[in-house]
Structures are given as C-alpha cells and as structure tokens.
C-alpha cells in the first residue's frame, strides 16, 4: 500500500514527464499547511527563473495565513509580476500531484489573471 505522498509523487512524475516533452517552462507550486510556494522553472529544469511565496517578509505582513485561498491568490499575482519582469509569459502549470482545487486553483487562477498564459 503507497502512502498519500507516494501517490502524489507518483503523479506528480507523470505531469513533470508531459511537460519535458512540451518543452517549455513549468510554474511549479508546493503547499504545506501553513504555507504556499511557486516557482517558474526554466525548460532545462536547471535554473529558478522567479520565486514567490508565502515565508516572503513583505507578503507574512499582508496574510493573516499562508495557508489559505487568499495567500494562494496574492502569491499567484505575485508570481505573474515576476515572471514578466524575468521576460517569462508562457508556462505548462505543474500543480506537483495536487488536486486541481482550493489553493492550487486559486493560485492558478490569480496567474492567469495577471497575464501568465499557460
């Protein structure tokens, strides 16, 4: 019997595999709960291109938690603004094995929103 982050892991795998094949850059997202972190990843998978998260001093100021759908929305927003300021417009989301729903949704939602296309 695999366990819960097993089977996470393991589809997580399968979506990074996809995402390889595409070529392009990934938007990746980790939640605990207390907190949510994305990154954009470039299309080799070897260098961070922009970071946000809720442990970030000017965002711990503006939530009451990290771990919650408005943080998730805020860091979406945030991650838009720097990957366009790092020249980055089109990314494949890889939502890590996570359901697509609450914080992932929200977050991916706020990225679009703010002009990230993916």
């Known amino acids: 019997m695999m366990s819960k982050d097993q089977k996470r892991l ?3 795998g399968r979506i990074r595999r996809r995402i390889a094949r595409i070529g392009t850059d990934r938007l990746c997202i ?3 709960p207390q907190h949510i972190y994305a990154q954009i990843i ?3 998978g070897s260098k961070v291109l922009a970071a946000a998260s809720t442990i970030e001093k000017e965002v711990r100021g503006s939530v009451k938690s990290g771990g919650n759908v408005e943080a998730a929305k805020l860091i979406g927003k945030r991650i838009a603004e720097k990957a366009k300021a790092a ?3 089109r990314v494949a ?3 890590a ?3 697509y729903h609450g914080r992932v ?3 991916a939602d ?3 929103e703010n002009g990230l296309q993916f």
């Open 97 to 99: 094995g996570y359901q």
């Open 110 to 112: 706020a990225a679009r």
């Open 87 to 89: 020249g980055v417009t």
């Open 30 to 32: 980790f939640r605990t």
């Open 10 to 12: 393991r589809r997580a």
């Open 93 to 95: 989301f890889d939502r």
């Open 105 to 107: 949704k929200a977050l």
């Open 42 to 44: 470039d299309a080799t």
